[in-house]
């Protein structure tokens, strides 16, 4: 069936480094991705997003990346602070309607001091 | 602005007893509201979708009678857990969307401990 999945479940950077965040997705007709953030305890928060007409969407520190031919998706974190620490999911709209999305499974981002 | 409540954040309740979860749009009207359940260290998964008005949509595999789905107003949907169980402890998330935007913001989630 159809699923998103991501390739590391951990990743730890240093603090000021980069970040990049991986997510594979299978359904090559989903046209809608969706980054969050989600913190301890607490409900996702929206980061940045991207149309499947486009490759690639910048946000304030946060790139996404969108590569349709592998059906890949990204999440680079510019300059990664103490704050960045969290579990981020992707999210696959698969109904083209923006009603039925499909969570990978997330990645935990540690950054260290 | 966009923000999304729910109440109680955290509940504790015993077997066999009901649990209503309420999630509310606070400064914007929801034409749609989400359901989700999150398990420690997993993902979220859809158990339903509501439009104001209207039955939910459950996804499969959710049982509607248990889990009761209200969406009254623009601004309020409610999930009851009923008869709840040790095995529906978990995290419970709300979202919601406006008009046909795709995006949509979450609650902060509930946190529900079935003893």
């Known amino acids: 069936g159809e699923s998103v999945g991501l390739h590391l479940p951990t990743l730890s950077v240093q603090e000021g480094d980069n970040s990049i965040i991986n997510c594979a997705y299978s359904n090559s007709a989903s046209d809608y991705f969706i980054w969050y953030k989600q913190e301890s305890g607490k409900g996702p928060q929206f980061i940045i997003d991207?149309?499947?007409?486009?490759d690639k969407r910048q946000g304030q520190r946060v790139t996404v990346l969108l590569n349709k031919t592998v059906k890949h998706l990204s999440l680079q974190i510019a300059a990664t602070q103490p704050g960045d620490s969290a579990v981020y999911f992707c999210?696959?709209?698969?109904?083209?309607?923006?009603?039925?999305?499909?969570f990978g499974p997330g990645t935990r981002l540690s950054v260290l001091p | 602005g966009a923000v999304v409540s729910q109440h109680p954040s955290w509940v504790i309740c015993k077997s066999g007893t009901s649990v209503k979860i309420e999630c509310r749009s606070l400064d914007f009207q929801a034409t749609t509201m989400f359901w989700y359940r999150q398990f420690p260290k997993q993902s979220l998964m859809l158990m339903a979708t509501s439009n104001e008005g209207s039955k939910a949509t459950y996804e499969q595999g959710v049982e509607k009678d248990k889990f009761l789905i209200n969406h009254a107003s623009l601004t309020l949907s409610t999930l009851t857990v009923t008869s709840a169980h040790p095995e529906d402890s978990s995290f419970y998330i709300c979202?919601?969307?406006?008009?046909?935007?795709?995006?949509?913001?979450f609650g902060p989630g509930t946190r529900l401990t079935v003893t």
């Open positions: 999210a696959e709209n698969i109904d083209n309607y923006g009603q039925n999305f499909v």
């Open positions: 979202s919601a969307r406006t008009g046909w935007a795709y995006e949509q913001y």
């Open positions: 991207i149309r499947s007409n486009m």
